[in-house]
């Protein structure tokens, strides 16, 4: 080969290359919206659930909420998650985005197991409660289709990060309680592949060679809570609570391999960084009495995705590649209610909850570092929701008793369902960045129409 055409190979490799490599951070780091729905029961109230905070998704909402569980508590789920992105370009072509398929798989899923101590019979650690925790906290399954005109920039990513949430409360008086807790961020095969997935095509409109970016990796953060109760009615059950969280930025070291038509090309390694967040939100319970409970809350959290200002990729020649993000702080609010039907005629012993709830997230990604690999826009999320708790003396469909619905010998002091929908919609996203717009790929400017459903369920047993 001549010299001019090594030359040549040796230049259009090295683009290629720095193409993808910065696809990789810009992804990794996109890649980063907030799942919302980490237990039904919250869920179906549009997740205002930091100040009530009274299932095992406490350890999620509000773990200083805790110390109001009795005994040992568990409670697991999913949340199925779908819908499309529809893309026109400013010539007209469009193309369609999904969650690779009608529904994402496998779905967010979580699992929560509570113990309060004293109940145990550990008295010495005083008002204690523990708990430990496996969300999918962080990330986005999205796939387009190989032809779509930004196929350069990705066709298809996910990032199954979880969140691995050992956790304590105290509970100080009546009035006060504090959490503390860890967040231990990392992958697992059990969950899809096991590592943040990027696909893109080297050449426009689905053309040219198939190439991957993976990576993985452990990182770690903290969280801590408070509940505040002010006032409580004469049975000791609160009329009003307020709750406040804060989460700590982690930072996620990635390793992982750059891929071309399933050939290794290069090593790589990457931060992706996960925003600070705070929580707040007050409840009041204008009605609570042994029949009938009503709930109304509302909940404000900020989020810190600020910090995605500019990072870099390392590679395994020694080099590195600054890439500019420059996302913006959102701030988003919720609203919720919840009315519970504690002694029913025809179901005694069991408990029905209606739900209701809204949602308004604010965008946190500019439009000069847009990109299409996760929605992002101004985003209403109603929902509504039911649940279902069945006390262990109470008839499941007149088979048996709730009490011998239990996992394994252990018998349930209660044994509940519930069901939630939320459906996302996002306001129209225009990308219509001029020509020349440092680090932006013209191929993505056009209008992107995203609405996603997502129906949860989660079970729970209290011992």
Known sequence: MCHQCRLRLSVCCSFTLWLVLMALVEQSYSQTPRIQGQGSAASGMGNAFTAQADDPSALHYNPAGMTQLRGVQLMTGALFVGGSTEYTSPTGVTTV????????????????????????????????????????????????????????????????????????????????????????????????????????????????????????????????????????????????????????????????????????????????????????????????????????????????????????????????????????????????????????????????????????????????TFNPGIPSANTHIPSFGVGFLCNEQGSFLGLTKCGNLGIGRAKPKAVGIDLSFQMAYYEDRTIANPAGTPGFNPAINGIYKTSIPAGGVTLRFNY
């Open 97 to 368: 985005g999904n969650r690779d398929g009608s529904v994402a798989w496998p779905p967010p899923t979580h699992f929560y197991l509570i113990a309060n101590l004293k109940d145990l019979g550990l008295n010495a650690l005083g008002d204690m409660t523990a708990g430990v925790g496996v969300t999918v906290p962080f990330g986005s399954l999205t796939q387009y289709q190989s032809n779509a005109p930004f196929s350069q920039t990705v066709v298809f990513n996910t990032l199954p990060l979880l969140d691995i949430k050992p956790t304590i409360a105290y509970k100080i008086n009546d009035q006060l309680s504090i959490g503390l807790g860890a967040d231990i961020y990392t992958f697992s095969t059990l969950i899809g592949e096991g590592q943040l997935e990027i696909k893109s095509t080297s050449g426009p409109n689905g053309t040219g060679a198939i190439r991957e970016v993976n990576g993985s990796g452990t990182g770690a953060g903290f969280n801590v809570s408070l509940m505040y109760t002010p006032f409580r009615n004469a049975e000791g059950l609160s009329l009003a609570n307020v709750g406040l969280v804060y989460r700590s930025q982690a930072v996620v070291p990635l390793k992982g391999q750059f891929l071309q038509n399933g050939a290794v090309v290069a090593d790589t390694s990457a931060n992706l960084a996960l925003p600070q967040i705070i929580n707040v939100g007050v409840a009041l319970w204008p009605i609570r009495d042994q029949e009938h409970e009503w709930k109304l809350e509302f909940d404000i959290d900020y989020v810190g995705w600020r910090s995605f200002r500019t990072t870099a990729i390392s590679l395994s020649n020694g080099s590195g590649i600054p890439v500019v993000q420059n996302w913006r702080d959102s701030f988003n609010a919720m609203i919720g209610m919840e009315y519970k039907f504690l002694k029913l005629e025809r179901l005694p012993e069991w408990e029905v909850a209606l739900r209701a709830g809204y949602t308004y997230q604010q965008t946190q990604m500019p439009d000069q």
